[in-house]
């Protein structure tokens, strides 16, 4: 058995296989019903658009049943530390909910947002952790505190159809937010990038770095693939001769439990840290990418969005096929 909850634990050969296949699924060469007669179960703790829909919709042309239980809502609450004694508004343990679960269907998704309380816990990725603890069946991860593995291959399938082949500027911009979020999306990014051997510029203002050692794993699988990495805090350096830029806000591990303070820090940068017309002027007729839902005019301007440079809709469309890959390459008969 083999899970899905994080590119680094595929290797380059492994994702290029994982693209290849999506590829043909999207070009209608691969009909196969490769989950006929079997069943998923998709566990959302958080809402989704386009990871439901494009699981469910999958599942659905690969002949499966897809099982969607909302924690709380179509299904009971979920308790997921050990040792807990049960006595407030959790109704049933992960330990107990997972292993039946994993009796009924062939792979279990699950998606779990961070809380943005306790970095030090949260970096760990206690919900997901504990899934893939108790599971008798392969766990994909919808997206988990840490990590959107699914959203970076598509990123990666993306950028293979748009450029081809071969190594590419990668920008990772920050972008401002009303709010901070998750850092899962940006993580995942940067280390599929990393493990594609691309060139890969993180731009961020100061304070707001990615997790330590996953920027050494970042490092590793760059130098192991042929490419490198840069962490840059000014802009006119970052969009310079880019071919892809990929914005995304983060919040800053230092505020997890503090929004507060962290909105009042990250008002300064309001202005300047948005993708517009004048920083995709600097890049190599550089690809907007984007993992949607995306604020227009605060993450990227109209103009942007809205060229034919910008590709986040066919984005989009790459989860549905790198997922039928995914699904097909765990269990698929």
Known sequence: MRNFLTTGDFSHEELEALIASALRFKNGSDGTKSLAGRSIALVFFNPSLRTRASMQVGIYELGGNAVVLEPGG??????????????????????????????????????????????????????LSAFAKYSTAPIINLESAMHHPCQALADMMTIRE?????????????????????????????????????????????????????????????????????????????????????AKSWGAKQFYGAPEKEMAERAQYRENWIVDEHKMARTNSGIFMHCLPVRRNVIVTDGVIDSQRSVVIDEAENRLHVQKAVLTSLVGN
Request: with cysteine; glycine share 8%; proline share 5%.
């Open 74 to 127: 179509t299904s009971w609450t979920l308790e997921h530390r050990d040792g807990v004694v049960m006595d407030g508004d959790k109704t049933e343990h992960v330990a107990e909910f997972v292993r039946v679960l994993a009796r009924y269907c062939a792979a279990i998704g699950v998606r779990t947002f961070a809380a943005l309380r306790n970095w030090e816990e949260e970096r760990t990725d206690p919900v």
């Open 162 to 246: 748009k450029l081809g082949p071969g190594r590419k500027r990668v920008l990772l911009t920050w972008a401002w937010h009303p709010k901070p979020l998750p850092m899962a999306v940006p993580n995942s990014f940067a280390l599929a990038t990393a493990q594609m051997g691309h060139d890969l510029v993180i731009a961020h203002p100061r304070g707001y770095e990615l997790d330590d050692e996953l920027m050494k794993e970042i490092g590793r699988q760059a130098a192991g693939a042929g490419g490198n990495v840069a962490v840059v805090n000014d802009l006119d350096e970052a969009f310079a001769g880019a071919d892809v830029v990929y």
